[in-house]
């Protein structure tokens, strides 16, 4: 076990990408996508998550609308895109995207991470939100977590975030972060609108994890979205001020990413070791 006393640090700057999303115009939005990572890294980021679905949009009405706007990954437009900024700016970016199968066939709401080096992997939503389930195909990868020379990256997407299961078992297989591109509904009631940051800072303070998670603003058919986007410390504190519901901005932070690892080396008031496993098998199967 790491000496207590020697505190290593790795100091990394964090950017929720908060956005306006045009419904199907995806060179809009990727060439917007490219124009706020780009101001993301001027100001230091070097992990940088867009929204869900960021460069189609959200409402779909029809299942040709879906399939005019998805692409293959890694081989699409979108995400060759962000391959090739990621290299040239030497940053990590997390963005959400209709994804086309290899055979043509299905559809999924991903997410990808890309780095430096190019494609890095992908992530299917697993838990799909009412009117997605007419479009999408429930997540099949699981749940990865990606080894950087960042860090250790996972990530998931909108709904999968009232999942109390799916940050756990990202936790437990070493995620340094969470990386959250969200497509959150406005309401008129506060506390509704708040729903998900605060979904953001209980997942982050019950498995030690930094969670980034990137919405939209505005309007979309019927639909809207409230912005909030926020950075949440293993500790469930935020680390910087949560973003606006009226316009678009980058919600930025300097954080030491290793603090989420240090808070497991404790002897007493550890969350992952302190569960009681032999009770909780007694209701899940």
């Known amino acids: 076990m790491p000496d207590k006393t020697f505190s290593v640090k790795n100091n990394v700057t964090l950017a929720a990408i908060q956005m306006d999303v045009k419904f199907g115009e995806k060179d809009v939005n990727i060439s917007n996508s490219l124009k706020m990572i780009r101001e993301a890294a001027e100001k230091g980021a070097k992990l940088i998550v867009l929204?869900?679905?960021?460069?189609?949009?959200?409402?779909?009405?029809?299942?040709?609308?879906?399939?005019?706007?998805?692409?293959?990954?890694p081989e699409g437009k979108t995400v060759k895109a962000w391959?090739?900024?990621?290299?040239?700016?030497?940053?990590?970016?997390?963005?959400?995207?209709?994804?086309l199968d290899d055979d043509g066939i299905r559809l999924f709401n991903s997410s990808v991470l890309i780095g430096p080096d190019g494609y890095i992997g992908k992530y299917r939503k697993l838990h799909l939100w009412n009117t997605e389930k007419y479009f999408f195909e429930p997540g099949d990868m699981g749940l990865p977590v990606?080894?950087?020379?960042?860090?250790?990256?996972?990530?998931?997407?909108?709904?999968?975030?009232?999942?109390?299961?799916?940050?756990?078992?990202?936790?437990?297989?070493?995620?340094?972060?969470?990386?959250?591109?969200?497509?959150?509904?406005?309401?008129?009631?506060?506390?509704?609108?708040?729903?998900?940051?605060?979904?953001?800072?209980?997942?982050?303070?019950?498995?030690?994890?930094?969670?980034?998670?990137?919405?939209?603003?505005?309007?979309?058919?019927?639909?809207y979205f409230p912005g909030r986007s926020i950075i949440v410390d293993p500790n469930?504190?935020?680390?910087?001020?949560?973003?606006?519901?009226d316009?678009?901005?980058?919600?930025?932070?300097?954080?030491?990413?290793?603090?989420?690892?240090?808070?497991?080396?404790?002897?007493?008031?550890?969350?992952?070791?302190?569960?009681?496993?032999?009770?909780?098998?007694?209701?899940?199967?």
């Open 247 to 285: 316009k678009e901005e980058i919600v930025i932070a300097e954080v030491d990413l290793f603090s989420s690892r240090r808070l497991n080396w404790s002897d007493t008031n550890v969350k992952i070791k302190d569960r009681r496993t032999d009770v909780y098998e007694l209701y899940f199967k």
């Open 83 to 99: 391959i090739e900024i990621a290299k040239e700016l030497k940053v990590y970016i997390c963005g959400g995207i209709v994804e």
């Open 51 to 73: 929204p869900e679905l960021c460069n189609t949009g959200y409402a779909f009405s029809t299942s040709e609308e879906a399939y005019s706007l998805a692409e293959r990954v």
């Open 146 to 223: 990606f080894n950087t020379p960042m860090g250790r990256i996972g990530m998931l997407i909108c709904y999968d975030m009232w999942f109390p299961e799916a940050f756990r078992i990202l936790a437990l297989k070493g995620a340094d972060v969470v990386c959250c591109p969200v497509n959150w509904v406005d309401s008129r009631n506060e506390e509704i609108r708040k729903m998900g940051t605060n979904m953001a800072i209980v997942n982050a303070n019950v498995n030690n994890v930094f969670v980034v998670a990137a919405d939209r603003f505005g309007r979309e058919r019927n639909a």
């Open 236 to 245: 469930g504190l935020t680390c910087a001020p949560v973003g606006s519901h």
